[in-house]
Antibody, heavy 120, light 111 residues
């Protein structure tokens, strides 16, 4: 069974860069048919798609976040990375890593999520 | 503001049937993209409930069903149970965003 685990700092200062890692186990990132995504949920709010990456490095980002977000992969370590630059309090959220099925466009496996607070 | 619109809350009694609507537009559900549904219990990650508009992953009871018509979709829950209390989200693909879009979520309460 595929498992995803997010990790990273729980507190980031405003204007700094938020960096998270998603470690995938029970399967390989280098698998056709899947993409790897980051999704966030602000406190008390709904889900917001941030972007996704294919194992070949192709990326797609949500337009409102595109200028501040980058997603990358290390296939040798089975890890997916998220960077969000120039963060503000509005970036405080639980960040989820999820696997997406290309055929249907849904997310079948999710990490447990990690809370990142932006505060000085 | 979410690109897919869901009612904020739906309430039902045990054993009842409820439906949750998800309204999109011509760039997502109306463009014939699949709709997916997730259930999120408090403090936990969302879990897949329905995918491909009307397909259930193994382990999801047939009390849950999905459908779509035009630019809208629905999740139906029959035989409502107390453990169905959760937040439910719809999701699709949007060709103007070129990515995933979610509904704002619907909180289901069982009386």
């Amino acid at each position: 069974q595929v498992q995803l685990q997010e990790s990273g700092p729980g507190l980031v200062k405003p204007s700094q860069t938020l960096s998270l890692t998603c470690t995938v186990s029970g399967g390989t990132i280098r698998t056709d048919g899947y993409y790897w995504s980051w999704i966030r949920q602000r406190p008390g709010k709904g889900l917001e798609w941030i972007g996704y990456i294919y194992y070949n490095g192709d990326t797609y980002y949500s337009p409102p976040l595109k200028s501040r977000v980058s997603i990358s992969v290390d296939t040798s370590k089975n890890k997916v990375f998220l960077n969000v630059t120039f963060v503000s309090a509005a970036d405080t959220a639980v960040y989820y890593c999820a696997r997406g099925l290309i055929a249907y466009g849904n997310f079948d496996y999710w990490g447990q999520g990690t809370l990142v607070s932006v505060s000085s | 503001q979410s690109m897919l619109t869901q009612p904020p809350s739906v309430t039902g009694a045990p054993g009842q049937r409820i439906t949750i609507s998800c309204t999109g537009s011509s760039s997502n559900i109306g463009a014939n993209y699949d709709v997916h549904w997730y259930r999120q219990l408090p403090g936990t990650a969302p879990e897949r409930l329905i995918y491909g508009t009307d397909k259930r992953p193994s382990g999801v009871p047939d009390r849950f069903s999905g459908s779509k018509s035009g630019a809208s979709a629905s999740l139906a829950i029959t035989g409502l149970q107390t453990e169905d209390e959760a937040d439910y989200y719809c999701q699709s693909y949007d060709n103007s965003l070129r990515g995933a879009v979610f509904g704002g979520g619907t909180k289901v309460t069982v009386l």
